[in-house]
Each structure stands twice: as structure tokens, then as C-alpha cells.
């Protein structure tokens, strides 16, 4: 199998046509139905069903589309990697960083460690919590930085991969306002004509968080599960949009709130305080990544 069959194959799905796509490829049409064809004998099923007009994907090329963009983007990835391995390996620091703190909180923390330790080469990869922290007990990253509670803890040995703890953010429900400035979404609610909540997917860590203080609120809610993702930024696109009202980490909103989009859809009750750790394993790993944490426990 080659590389470029997938490239084709993706580019096709996203085309719709197979001389559209074959144009995008910067090849012929001929040849670019011959890739895919060669990409359906390795993979020895249909990915394109042909027996309707236009192009639409077979269930097994629906299946094989998701594995595609993964493979694609852990390819290009290594090839990335790999380049820069050989003279950079002391400096480079892989950080496992989760989904909403890739966006909120890393950009600035890294920009500070930098006015400090001077250039910090990072390989970042944007992961859910559970999947940072089988990373870093797997030895593929040097550091995870995540969210965490007390009742929802990183399932992490503190012998073996001891924490920092960075910051503190806190978990509340927002709603876009109405033109009075009061939320358009209220909790708890009201009996016959729920509120449309818009909740993160199964296993995403904020998700976790969200239903506990869902379990822990002790009052009856009047709640209508209408959208789910795994992205706090998906969903704040939502709540702004005014679908529903949903939970988001006050550093993701403070834009919104500050410019009267968001408002807070209950009171402190429904809220909670999350910390921001950063862990990594015991065992002494490069230079860079010896500096990063002198700095930050304050030994440097």
C-alpha cells in the first residue's frame, strides 16, 4: 500500500467526484481511479459504492476513512519527528496536553517557559486524559499536562509520575443571553419543557466532571441531552449559537464572557474548581525537560 492511495482516497471522499479529485491530485482521471482501485485490492474490500450516481463511500469505506486520517496524521507526524530527531533530541519535549488546554492554557504557559529556558522545541499532541496518561505511562511523551479533581483523579501511580500543580480554572454552565442580558438557558430548569443541554461524548474528561455536578447537585433537573462532542471549543460554538446551555472551563469563555456573548446559566452551586497539573515520570529524562520542572518546583 502507498501512502499516495490514501491521499487519493481521502481527497475523493472529501471531492465528491472523481475528476475533481483527480484534478486536486494534480493527475489524471485514469490514474487516479487506478489508485483507488489498487488501494480496494490491498485492502481486498469496496470502499466506493458504484452502483449509485455520484460518489458515496461503502460502510467499509466510511469505516476506513476515519482509520485513514489517523494513519495519515501519525505518519506525518513521525516523518516531522524523524527529520528533526537527530540534531534535537536533548532539546525536544513531547507533551501530552489536553484537548481544551491545547488551546487555552499551553500556548501562553509555553511562551513564558521560553522567556525563561530560551527556545523549548515542542511536539505537542492534543489527547484526551485517559489516552495522555497511557501515553506517558507507555513512555511516548515526557509530559502530560491535564485537568484534575479530587473525585475525578489521573489513575497515575504519584510514586512513579509525580504532579505540579500549575493553575486552578473552574467548570460552569453558560448560555448566550437574550437582549436583557439574562441567560437564555437556566438551571435547574422547569417541569414539561426541559432545557436543551448540550453535553460532552462519553469518556471525555470534562464530561466526567460535568456529571458529577449533575450527581452532586442534590435538585431535580430539567435537562434535554440535544448534542455531544469530546471539544469544549465544539461545544462553546453551540452554546453561542444559543442551542443549549453546556459546562466549559472559565478559561475557554472569559473572551465571550468579557464580551457579553456568554453569561452564566447558574449559580456558583452548579459550578467546580479543576486544577491544572502538569505530570511526567519519575525517572530522569532529557536536559530540557530536567530544566522545565527545576523551573517550575522552584529548584532553578
Known amino acids: 500500500m502507498q501512502i499516495r492511495w490514501i491521499e487519493d482516497f481521502l481527497t475523493l471522499a472529501d471531492a465528491k467526484g472523481f475528476a475533481r479529485a483527480a484534478e486536486r491530485r494534480h493527475v489524471s482521471q485514469p490514474t487516479f481511479s487506478r489508485h483507488i482501485q489498487s488501494l480496494e485490492e490491498w485492502l481486498g474490500v469496496e470502499l466506493i459504492d458504484r452502483r449509485v450516481q455520484g460518489v458515496q463511500l461503502t460502510p467499509s469505506g466510511r469505516i476506513f476513512r476515519e482509520f485513514a486520517i489517523d494513519m495519515l496524521r501519525r505518519t506525518y507526524d513521525m516523518r516531522a519527528l524523524l527529520r528533526g530527531q537527530t540534531s534535537t533530541a536533548e532539546s525536544l519535549v513531547r507533551f501530552s496536553v489536553a484537548h ?15 522567556g525563561v529556558l530560551g527556545n523549548v522545541l515542542a511536539h ?10 497511557r501515553a506517558l505511562t507507555e513512555g511516548a511523551t515526557d509530559l502530560l499536562l491535564a485537568y484534575h479533581h479530587p473525585q475525578l483523579p489521573v ?25 436583557s ?6 438551571l435547574p430548569g422547569q417541569s414539561g419543557s426541559g432545557v436543551p443541554f448540550l453535553s460532552y461524548s462519553s469518556g471525555a ?5 460535568v456529571e458529577m455536578i449533575l450527581l452532586n447537585s442534590g435538585e431535580q433537573l430539567h435537562l434535554v441531552r440535544s448534542f455531544d462532542t469530546h471539544m469544549a471549543e465544539a461545544l462553546k460554538a453551540m452554546v453561542l449559537a444559543g442551542h443549549g446551555l453546556g459546562w466549559l472551563p472559565e ?4 473572551r465571550e464572557v468579557s464580551d457579553g456573548r456568554l453569561v ?37
Open 181 to 186: 442580558g439574562a441567560p437564555k438557558f437556566k
Open 251 to 254: 478559561s475557554s469563555a472569559a
Open 155 to 179: 489513575l497515575l501511580d504519584p510514586k512513579r509520575f509525580p504532579h505540579l500543580t500549575l493553575s486552578t480554572d473552574r467548570m460552569v454552565p453558560f448560555s448566550a443571553p437574550l437582549r
Open 205 to 209: 474528561y470534562l464530561g466526567q466532571v
Open 124 to 133: 505537542v499532541n492534543a489527547v484526551n486524559v485517559p489516552e495522555g496518561a
Open 264 to 300: 452564566s446559566a447558574g449559580s456558583r452551586r452548579w459550578s467546580c474548581d479543576l486544577e491544572v497539573r502538569l505530570y511526567r515520570l519519575a525517572e530522569r529524562g532529557n536536559d530540557m525537560v530536567e530544566q522545565i520542572w527545576e523551573l517550575l518546583s522552584g529548584k532553578k
Open 100 to 114: 481544551t488546554l491545547s488551546v487555552t492554557f499551553f500556548p501562553r504557559w509555553l511562551n513564558e517557559l521560553k
